[in-house]
């Protein structure tokens, strides 16, 4: 088949499109709701369903006119649209972060262009007083040719962006038939190299709109305010000079303004007192543009958004952006989003304090923004465009500075794709510059700099001056050549160390820095939510950030034989160039199940926090982290006091004012009892319902430990308290081992290493494997960098040696005493260990480790006993943090509590099997069964975690789905692991979170007990 070949040219990017225009959706009378349901216009005719298609691996197989009326396409299959062609087998998935999927070679693409066409036939009535029809494709991935009952129509690109067509003259009455085809590659793909699955097809909407002769064409909304009143200034441009009526309503219906005008120009109107939109409180008024055969219904808010000496402002008030990334992402769907689907993410993220959103890495559905009008999300509204890949062209030098500083030269600092890059730019704020939500226009992702750039950012400054600019790859420059940054607003960086934020700050702060990305939140992570939320809120040029990501892309390949669904990443569809499983880096699972990262971001980011509690005056102390709401309007404050787990007092506390950035104080009187550790909780409940957050959520807690006589946890206590009972514990000695035998219990350690290798109390034999000690765990994601060294050290290989062990009884028991090693195959040895067991007559086993590491060594992913006990104990309760898993750098949602679970329950099912479901900072934890159960208990807090899995097993599994449980119920306890940190791209772990100790004691008991 020939086309022309516009995908191989930069000068022919869109071929007989209408002019970029504001979206809207008109109809012959007023829409109720234009933002999620646009189809009950009348004047909208959805053309989306099953199409006719076929699938080639190349263009060049495409030899029949198709598009042709009358073609025979009996043969062809059929393909939802909106879709994409590799959800249906057609095809193979391909998921790749920076490389392009094809040789560099701009703006030529591989000969062989797999490709897709398309045939829809359809029934069109014309309509009297809306004679003129529009075509409207608002996604096809990534170039496409449309013909209209055999005759050529147009070509366009931009994956991301609306195109719109002029078809009035090639429709006609009764049946019609459109055909598109459809490339996988153009030269438009060099500009769309996201990190992301690579799809292809017609996957957002596709409708016609029949229009009147003389129109609105086009609007645009300026708002201003000024003092007690706001001014609404519409630009207005027109098909052909007509009569428009404009007025405003408020929520209720009233009108507010009116006016009208009959020609190309302006019109203002003027509100008094106006209710200004923010995200707290997402007011927006109804605007109405009627002409005689025409309705537009669309919304307006009030709001401004500004920088003053560095600092961001929003409705005059400095903010701080709680943000998220976001891609369209579904594993059944793919990127084809609906309205729902929309809907549960930005329910989500209400529910779990996000304020804003940024489209990474390029714009959504036009009814995406209106959404965020209604829900209250301010947007960072991102061109679609990034051009990583030339970060990885072969140099001669590979350095990290050579591939950074040359970056650019290719497309960013290249003249040739001035136009290709304006074009996008300019789609994108054209359609979403009516939208109050969006706050912020970005240029693009990680394309590097250059006077494409330049112009890019200058245009938009001057077309729109009154919203913020960004664009982090900004930050590169090269040996010899000064750029342009007048035009960007914000420094923005991605995924910076603290130290290089408060170097900035120090030795420039001349804009506000804004965190485009942070917290890589890959697997089991991200351990930073804390360290970060305190330098944006202690710096007021800190604007705030965007974590990295939303949700975990993967594809779903229906369910395993253990009923867990496949989901498959990069590398799982044959595909020869990917990057594994660095598309699961969200805060939710493929189906929204939120991580433990999403649970961690919510309580780092709740709406206030206790800043002190005076016990003896009961003066409660907090501060408003809202930009808006007065603490008492928006805040229900419920209390517990809790000693040793177990709830003492609860209530609610009258209202009180605390004002947005402030601090407030109230009164609270509790009772705390004498001995235990005693803790105040403070929960933070939504007092008024919120669009899509019912009245009574709990956004948020804060807990504190109080003070009193004896603050140890008092089970504890008991539990550790010397047996002096008298009794008999028989000993007996061989080569290999030590079997002590007591009235209820029979212990053997093993000579060579000093470790306990069988436990039976009451009859009942507990272990099913010889214990150990643990330094290794299965790395994380965020361990990637890190495992490196972990086993260059040969940490996953280590075991234990003694090398003398000593037996003596006393009146309290048995003491054994060894001295051992942990080592591993080639190197010197790890660690050195002194052991001593304390077992007493009641068959207590008191430990402790006194260990001193190799300095030569990295910091050691964990220290502990690992213990392998019947998979009859298959319940756990604990003292500690809970209820979901916690490690000394993500612990902050999670609180202090006596918790109880299933051991399967404890597992953190992450799609890529690595370390989860410690429980960090616990006074004791039990094991049990039916009838039988352990208990481990020690005066300094520790960690644990329980599984059916070994950290063997975990780590040799690719997929969740591939685990097969162990034979037994595995419990590590753990004196101490290394930080989570969020280094799959973030920055290494802090040290205040590292395992950086090279000598320390360990101590636990264990006591065996019957039900």
Not at 32 to 40: G, Q, Y
Not at 383 to 397: S, V
Not at 419 to 432: F, G, N, P, Y
Not at 783 to 790: A, C, F, P, R, V
Request: proline content about 4%; hydrophobic content about 35%; aromatic content about 14%.
């Amino acid at each position: 088949m020939i086309v022309p070949r516009y995908y191989e040219n930069l000068n022919m990017l869109h071929d007989n499109t209408e002019p970029a225009r504001a979206y809207y959706i008109p109809s012959s009378n007023r829409l109720k709701d234009p933002a999620e349901h646009r189809e009950e216009s009348d004047r909208m005719q959805l053309l989306n369903g099953n199409w006719k298609f076929r699938y080639f691996e190349s263009i060049y197989q495409v030899q029949d006119a198709f598009y042709l009326e009358g073609y025979d396409t009996s043969s062809f299959d059929e393909i939802p649209v909106p879709g994409v062609w590799q959800m249906y087998d057609y095809g193979r998935h391909q998921y790749t972060n920076i490389r392009y999927p094809f040789p560099f070679d701009p703006p030529y693409i591989p000969q062989d262009i797999p490709c897709g066409t398309y045939v829809h036939d359809f029934e069109y009535q014309k309509v009297r007083n809306a004679p003129r029809v529009f075509l409207n494709f608002e996604g096809v991935d990534s170039c496409f040719y449309v013909w209209l009952n055999g005759t050529y129509v147009g070509y366009s690109q931009v994956a991301h962006a609306t195109s719109e067509f002029d078809v009035t003259s090639y429709l006609k009455e009764g049946k019609n038939t459109i055909a598109v085809l459809v490339l996988k590659w153009c030269d438009g793909s060099y500009l769309e190299d996201q990190d992301k699955f690579r799809m292809s097809g017609i996957f957002r909407d596709v409708y016609l709109l029949k229009r009147p002769e003389k129109a609105v064409r086009d609007y645009r909304i300026a708002t201003r305010l000024e003092g007690e009143r706001a001014y609404i200034t519409l630009e207005l441009s027109f098909t052909q000079p007509t009569e428009l009526e404009v007025s405003v309503e408020d929520r209720y219906g009233a009108a507010v303004a009116e006016g009208n005008t009959a020609q190309n120009g302006t019109l203002e109107l003027e509100i008094v007192t106006p209710h200004l939109w923010n995200t707290e409180d997402p007011y927006l008024y109804t605007l109405i543009l009627k002409t005689d055969d025409e309705v537009i219904t669309d919304t307006i808010g009030f709001r401004t958004i500004g920088i003053k000496d560095g600092i961001l402002y929003f409705n005059g008030q400095k903010i701080k952006l709680r943000g998220v990334n976001r891609h369209d992402s579904d594993p059944e769907t793919g990127f084809v989003i609906n309205i729902g689907q929309y809907r549960k993410d930005l329910a989500l993220m209400k529910q779990h304090n996000f304020n804003a959103i940024r489209s990474s890495h390029y714009p959504n559905a036009p009814q995406f923004y209106q959404m965020c009008d209604r829900y209250g999300f301010m947007v960072i509204d991102e061109a679609d465009i990034e051009a990583h890949g030339p970060f990885m062209l072969y140099r001669k030098e590979d350095t990290d500075w050579n591939c950074f500083s040359r970056w650019n030269e290719k497309i960013a600092d290249n003249p040739a794709w001035e136009t290709s890059i304006l074009d996008r730019v300019q789609l994108m704020v054209q359609r979403d510059k009516n939208r109050p939500c969006i706050i912020m226009w970005s240029m693009g992702n990680e394309s590097a700099y250059g006077c494409c750039f330049e112009k890019a950012l200058h245009w938009t400054k001057i077309f729109d001056p009154d919203r913020i600019t960004q664009y982090e790859s900004a930050r590169y420059r090269n040996y010899d050549v000064t750029y342009n940054y007048e035009d960007l607003d914000l420094y923005s960086r991605m995924y910076p160390a603290l130290e290089e934020i408060e170097g900035y700050l120090e030795k420039d702060g001349g804009k506000p820095f804004l965190l485009v990305e942070y917290c890589h939140s890959m697997g089991n992570g991200p351990g930073d939510f804390e360290d970060y939320f305190q330098l944006i809120q202690k710096e007021d040029k800190m604007c705030g950030g965007f974590v990295w990501e939303w949700c975990d892309h993967a594809i779903a390949h229906g369910k395993a034989e253990n009923g867990k669904m496949k989901y498959f990443y990069g590398g799982d569809h044959d595909e020869s160039i990917h990057d594994g499983n660095f598309c699961m880096d969200g805060l939710v699972y493929p189906d929204r199940t939120p991580h433990t990262g999403l649970l961690e971001y919510k309580n780092v980011y709740r709406p206030a926090r206790i800043v002190s509690y005076n016990q003896k005056t009961e003066e409660l102390v907090l501060h408003n982290y809202l930009d808006f709401d007065d603490l008492k309007d928006f805040v229900q404050l419920t209390y517990e006091v809790t000693c040793d787990g177990l709830s003492v007092e609860k209530g609610k506390l009258p209202a009180f004012s605390v004002k947005p950035h402030s601090d407030g104080s109230g009164k609270l009187g509790v009772k705390v009892p004498s001995a235990g550790r005693t803790y105040l909780r403070l929960t933070y409940s939504l007092m008024k319902e919120l669009p899509l957050i019912p009245a009574g959520h709990e956004l948020g807690f804060d807990e504190i430990l109080l003070a009193n006589t004896d603050g140890r946890c008092q089970k504890v206590v008991d539990w550790l308290a010397v047996v002096q009972e008298s009794g008999r514990i028989e000993v007996q000695e061989t080569d290999t081992q030590v079997l002590l035998k007591g009235m209820e219990f029979a212990y053997i350690f093993d000579k060579r290493t000093a470790l306990p290798v069988q436990v039976t109390f009451a009859g009942k034999d507990y272990f099913t494997h010889p214990a150990e000690l643990n330094i290794w765990r299965a790395p994380t994601d965020n361990d990637m960098y890190l495992k490196l060294e972990w086993k260059k050290a040969h940490y996953e290989e280590a075991y234990t040696r003694a090398y003398d062990m000593s037996v003596q009884q006393n009146h309290y028991g048995v003491q054994i005493q060894a001295h051992a090693s942990v080592v591993a195959p080639t190197v010197q040895k790890l660690l050195d260990v002194e052991i001593f067991w304390k077992i007493d007559y009641k068959g207590g086993i008191q430990a402790e480790l006194s260990v001193v590491k190799d300095a030569e060594f990295p910091d050691l992913p964990r220290f502990g006993v690992r213990l392998f006990f019947d998979q009859k104990l298959e319940e756990a309760a604990w003292y500690g943090m809970g209820p979901q898993e916690s490690y000394r750098d993500k612990h902050r949602g999670t609180f202090h509590g006596l918790f109880r679970q299933k051991v399967r329950s404890l597992h953190e099912d992450y799609l890529y099997p690595q370390e989860n479901g410690s429980h960090y900072d616990c006074d004791f934890v039990e094991l049990f069964g039916a009838k039988c159960g352990i208990a481990v208990a020690s005066e300094e807090r520790f960690s644990f975690n329980v599984s059916v899995y070994t950290q063997e097993e975990l780590e040799a599994a690719a997929h969740n789905y591939e685990l097969v449980e162990s034979d037994s119920t595995v419990l590590c306890l753990d004196y101490a692991l290394n930080g989570i940190g969020s280094n799959s791209c973030g920055p290494v772990v802090r040290d205040a979170y590292r395992f950086k100790e090279n000598q320390f004691t360990f101590r636990f008991k264990l006591m065996p007990f019957n039900r």
